[in-house]
Structure formats: C-alpha cells, structure tokens
C-alpha cells in the first residue's frame, strides 16, 4: 500500500494525469523519489501513444509538434520551469547570492526565453525527423531522466529553500532509481535493440553535464535544477534518435 500511495504521490505531483490521492503522507516522501522512474514510463506510454497516433492521422510536421508538445504538456510545463528559472540564473553570471535569488525570482528573463526557443525549436527538428520511424525508445527516454533526477536530489547537497532540504535517506532512494534505470535499459535492449543503450547513454551524459554546470554555479541541487538537467536530457535522447535511425 505504501508502494501505492508513493507513486499516486509521484504521478499527481509531476504530471497533469489525473489521479486520486486517498493520503498524503510526508513520511513517504523519499520513496515518492523513488517512484520518479515508474513515473517516467507512464510519461513515456503516452508519449509513445500519442505519437503513433499523431504519425497515423496527421502530417509530418503536424505530427512533429505533437511529438515535441506531449512530454511538456503532460507534466504541465513543470520541467520547463526548472529550466528557464535555472538558464536565467546560470547565465546571470552574477554573485552566488544573486544568481540564487534569480533561480526563486518569478520574473523571466531574456536568457530564459532564448534558451527555450532555442530548446523547442531543437526537439521539434529532431521529431520531424522520427516521423515514420521506430519510436519505441520515447517510452525509454522518461525513464532514464527521471532515474537521474532521482538520484541528483537524493545525493547532491541541497539549496536551502528546495524541498528536499530535508531528505535523509538519499542512499536508499539512489539505489532504487539507479536499479529502476538498469532494468529500463536491459528491457529496451532486449525489446528494440542495442540502439536504446546509446540513447540511454546520451540522456544520462547530458543529464549529468547539465547538472554539474547548474550545480557548480549555483553550489546546491533544487527541483529547478532537477528540471532543468531533464529538460535537456530529454532533448538529447530524441536528437540521438534522430541520428542513429
């Protein structure tokens, strides 16, 4: 039950899934960490779902937008956010404090907005170019970016006002999510060939190299910086689709 109520936790807080929470409960918050890849393959069903069927009824590049649109649509920009709160702030190149102040500041600057035009006109050329092509590895990408984020925030040290400021049991919840990972990319293997290894590869080295530059920058993991390491990941692990079909 408990395995339950942390995924329902999971699902309801980083996707727009409608889902029915009988209990929250803070205690299970680590394992809700944890459940951060289950999520994924949920986020990475619908997005393999919707396109083939965006592939079967709609044009190419119409079918292209869809594929770049549903992996923000159904976590409700969230990730996005973490993005363009944590570009701004990178890219301030001001004093630590400041550009820590940026990261919380509501406002949206000019790095933000360059960055994710930039970042949405990269996904869509790298869409249009799946259209017609074995996609199988969108269920995989997920999986993988949310099975680093999990173990970013569960062992990096925390900014002061991000949530998982008071996380102790990071080993645990580490383990899980590497093990979660390493059954993913055994299983697409298996299922569509060693080509889901070089996409996962790619995802967990741009996830990795994102977040180390946000990390040094800014001297502390928040969920900003978790979403902004997978927004890019995410962007990595369809251009290598693109490239290696």
Do not use: N
Not at 28 to 34: D, I, R, S, V, W
Not at 82 to 106: H, P, Q
Not at 131 to 152: E, T, W, Y
């Amino acid at each position: 039950m408990e395995l339950l109520t942390a995924f329902l936790m999971c699902l309801s807080m980083f996707t727009v899934i409608p889902c029915r929470v009988r209990r929250w409960d803070d205690a299970l918050k680590p394992l809700m960490t944890a459940m951060l890849p289950v999520v994924g393959l949920v986020t990475g069903g619908v997005w393999l779902l919707a396109a083939r069927i965006a592939c079967a009824v709609l044009p190419r590049l119409l079918a292209a937008i869809v594929v770049t649109a549903v992996p923000y649509l159904i976590t409700g920009y969230m990730h996005l956010d973490g993005f363009m709160d944590t570009v701004d702030a990178v890219r301030s190149w001001r004093g630590l404090e400041e550009r820590r102040a940026i990261l919380k500041d509501v406002h949206c600057g000019a790095f933000a907005v360059v960055s994710l035009a930039l970042l949405l006109l990269g996904m869509f050329a790298a869409s249009a170019e799946l259209i017609g092509r074995d996609m199988r590895m969108l269920l995989l990408i997920p999986v993988i970016a949310r099975a680093m984020s999990a173990i970013a925030v569960s062992v990096l040290r925390p900014l002061g006002h991000s949530q998982y400021a008071a996380t102790d049991s990071g080993r645990y919840v580490a383990a899980c999510a590497a093990v979660l990972a390493a059954l993913a990319c055994v299983a697409a293997a298996v299922w569509i060939g060693l080509d889901a290894l070089i996409v996962a590869a790619a995802v967990m080295v741009a996830y990795w190299a994102a977040m180390a530059r946000a990390f040094r920058s800014l001297k502390g993991v928040s969920g900003d910086l978790a979403g902004y390491a997978l927004s890019l990941a995410e962007f990595a692990g369809v251009a290598v689709m693109a490239c290696i079909h």
